[in-house]
């Protein structure tokens, strides 16, 4: 059996905080799927979605600060749902260069088909014996986000 120095310890995947983290990501949003396919989005549909919802209306640029995707990624994704009529896509009467996603009301009134879906996800969760208290995902979150914020 071969011992393994320091320094190649640090290489293996055990030892990585990057990969459980990557891991975890892809299986969230693969659980996710069932509960978004029936509104017809996808993860990064539903999570540009939210933000939306809760601006109304927001610049691609500040929309795509707040969801950490560049505007390569971000584009596609807002010509999708320009093409369903949930936004709307303007330039700014101020500034020609900005451009402004605005919520439609059809894109408002799916905001109530997406009600369910945190609740479905919470309920899958527990069902695979995940459960955190409201403690727990503060916490969760604020060290998530810390990691966020230092990588921008």
């Given at each position: 059996m071969t011992e393994i120095n320091e320094k190649e310890d640090l290489l293996l995947l055990d030892k990585q905080l990057c990969f459980p983290l990557y891991a975890c990501a892809r299986k969230i949003v693969a659980a996710y799927h069932p509960f978004l396919k029936k509104i017809g989005l996808t993860y990064t549909q539903y999570?540009?979605?939210?933000?939306?919802?809760?601006?109304?209306?927001?610049?691609?640029?500040?929309?795509?600060?707040?969801?950490?995707?560049?505007?390569?990624?971000?584009?596609?994704?807002?010509?999708?749902?320009?093409?369903?009529?949930?936004?709307?896509?303007?330039?700014?009467?101020?500034?020609?260069?900005?451009?402004?996603?605005?919520?439609?009301e059809k894109g408002q009134a799916l905001k109530e088909q997406a009600r369910q879906v945190p609740e479905q996800m919470s309920c899958h969760l527990t069902d695979q014996g995940v459960t955190f208290t409201p403690d727990e995902i503060t916490a969760l979150k604020g060290e998530l986000y810390k990691i966020l914020n230092a990588l921008k």
């Open positions: 999570v540009t979605m939210m933000v939306i919802w809760e601006k109304k209306e927001i610049s691609v640029h500040d929309l795509g600060e707040r969801l950490y995707l560049d505007s390569g990624t971000l584009t596609p994704v807002l010509k999708k749902l320009e093409s369903f009529g949930y936004i709307e896509r303007h330039r700014s009467t101020e500034d020609e260069r900005v451009v402004i996603a605005i919520l439609t």
